[in-house]
Nanobody, 115 residues
């Protein structure tokens, strides 16, 4: 098993930036895919970005060019750099780990984008 703990959420004005971090309780080197998902008010949970153990990245169309995902296998962390934030980015952001032995979620961190 692996526990995931997100941090870095908060309130920001449109156009601002935030950096989310996800700390894993064990080594993530062998975890196939790490990612970020979000759930906005009244919406279903959706994919934001994923990164494989080989460094291949995938982004939702709505965040391409604004968000960047990275992973540090030595520090067991995954980060999401979010720039040019929009009100529609308001959501609870969840860290996700997809390993051969299971899929795991963090408890989420709230991001609020408003004037």
């Amino acid at each position: 098993q692996v526990q995931l703990a997100e941090s870095g959420g908060g309130s920001v004005q449109p156009g601002g930036s935030l950096r989310l971090s996800c700390a894993a309780s064990r080594n993530i080197y062998r975890i196939n895919t790490m990612g970020w998902y979000r759930q906005g008010p009244g919406k279903e949970r959706e994919l934001v970005a994923t990164i494989t153990r080989d460094g291949l990245r995938n982004y939702a169309d709505s965040v391409k060019g604004r968000f960047a995902i990275s992973r540090d296998n030595a520090e067991n962390t995954v980060t999401l750099q979010m720039n040019s934030l929009k009100p529609e980015d308001t959501a609870v952001y969840y860290c996700n780990a997809r390993a051969t032995y299971g899929t795991y979620w963090g408890k989420g961190t709230l991001v609020t984008v408003s004037p």
